[in-house]
């Protein structure tokens, strides 16, 4: 069956540092994966997908990269900010009707 | 645009009652998931409907039933509860037929947090 393992937290970051959280999957096919952010009170939200191999995704200064070969997703900021401070959960999905596979998440904590 | 709606925001139970959960997806939007979020854990999928169907099912006992509704809202409705059903439970919309492209994004709600006594 489909599975996604993350790095456990807390991570804790002085603003400005640089970001990895590692996600690794195991799935049949061709899956597409996904990072979702937790903000605090609040819903899941899509931060950024790649729906095939060597696909980068991005937004808001967050990137992944879509490495078949490794059958890895991880997330990478240059540069975080306190306004980051959430939970992250890597995600996959490999059918149409969209049923999403999520890791453990991971909590990041970014001091000022 | 109204997002995904959740109710109740927060609900606590005893072992042995039921409980309904209620979600409106969001506007445009054809297919409901839920998923239960125990707490420092990632999400699992329960199940999924479209067209007042059930489509997809996760590893979920039969206590676990749903219902979507024809403007596409839907509840989740859990029997006989057991202490180990608490956690927050997340209704996730998105669309299967639509204009625009199928982009694989679900929105979620805040979700309704159940607390099993």
């Known amino acids: 069956g489909n599975s996604v393992t993350q790095m456990e937290g807390p991570v804790t970051l002085s603003e400005e540092a640089f970001l990895t959280i590692n996600c690794t999957y195991t799935?049949?096919?061709?899956?597409?994966l996904f990072w979702y952010v937790q903000y605090p009170g609040e819903g899941l939200q899509l931060l950024l997908k790649?729906?095939?191999?060597?696909d980068k995704g991005s937004n808001k200064g967050f990137e992944a990269t879509y490495r078949k070969e490794t059958t890895s997703f991880h997330l990478e900021k240059g540069s975080v900010q306190v306004s980051d401070s959430a939970v992250y959960f890597c995600?996959?999905?490999?059918?149409?009707?969209?049923?999403?596979?999520f890791g453990g998440g991971t909590r990041l904590m970014v001091k000022p | 645009d109204a997002g995904v709606t959740q109710s109740p925001t927060h609900l606590i139970k005893t072992r042995g009652q039921q409980v309904t959960l209620r979600c409106s997806p969001k506007s445009g939007h054809d297919t409901v998931s839920w998923y239960q979020q125990a707490l420092g854990q990632g999400p699992q999928f329960i199940f999924q409907?479209?067209?007042?169907?059930?489509?997809q099912r996760g590893n979920f006992p039969d206590r676990f039933s749903g219902h979507q509704f024809p403007n596409y809202s839907s509840e989740l409705n859990v029997n006989a509860l057991l202490l180990g059903d608490s956690a927050l439970y997340l209704c996730?919309?998105?669309?299967?037929?639509?204009?625009?492209?199928?982009?694989?994004?679900?929105?979620f709600g805040e979700g309704s947090r159940l607390t099993v006594l």
């Open positions: 799935a049949t096919g061709y899956p597409s």
């Open positions: 996730a919309s998105s669309f299967i037929t639509g204009v625009k492209p199928n982009t694989g994004e679900l929105f």
């Open positions: 790649a729906t095939k191999a060597d």
């Open positions: 995600a996959l999905s490999n059918n149409a009707g969209n049923m999403l596979t």
């Open positions: 409907y479209y067209e007042e169907e059930e489509r």
